[in-house]
């Protein structure tokens, strides 16, 4: 029983509340505090309405938040942001 536990708990790891260390943008790309968090949450895995609810905003506040960063990015996706933001030197 302890060893499901445990394992359990390392699948999901510990949670910290603090939003992971992202890459720097590139210089022509200029983010607002919370579009740094969202970004933050994105490579997380959270889904839209995760980030709603870890933020306290509505769904579509953050649909049209992610709309600005992909705009800014110049990308479409979630996975064309998270290549771009992961690509060193942006």
């Given amino acids: 029983m302890l060893n499901q536990q445990s394992s359990a708990h390392s699948r999901s ?9 992202l890459p720097p943008p590139p210089p022509d790309v200029i983010l607002t505090p919370r579009e740094r968090e969202i970004v933050a949450a994105l490579l997380e895995g959270c889904t839209n309405s995760q980030m709603a609810q870890r933020f306290g905003v509505a ?3 953050v649909k ?6 992909f705009q800014k ?3 479409r996706s979630r996975l064309e942001l998270v290549v771009r933001v992961m690509k060193p030197g942006g």
Avoid: E, I, K
Wanted: hydrophobic share 40%.
């Fill in 59 to 61: 769904v579509q506040t």
């Fill in 64 to 69: 049209n938040q992610l709309t600005m960063v």
């Fill in 13 to 21: 790891g510990p949670r910290s509340d603090a939003p992971p260390a």
């Fill in 73 to 75: 990015f110049g990308v």
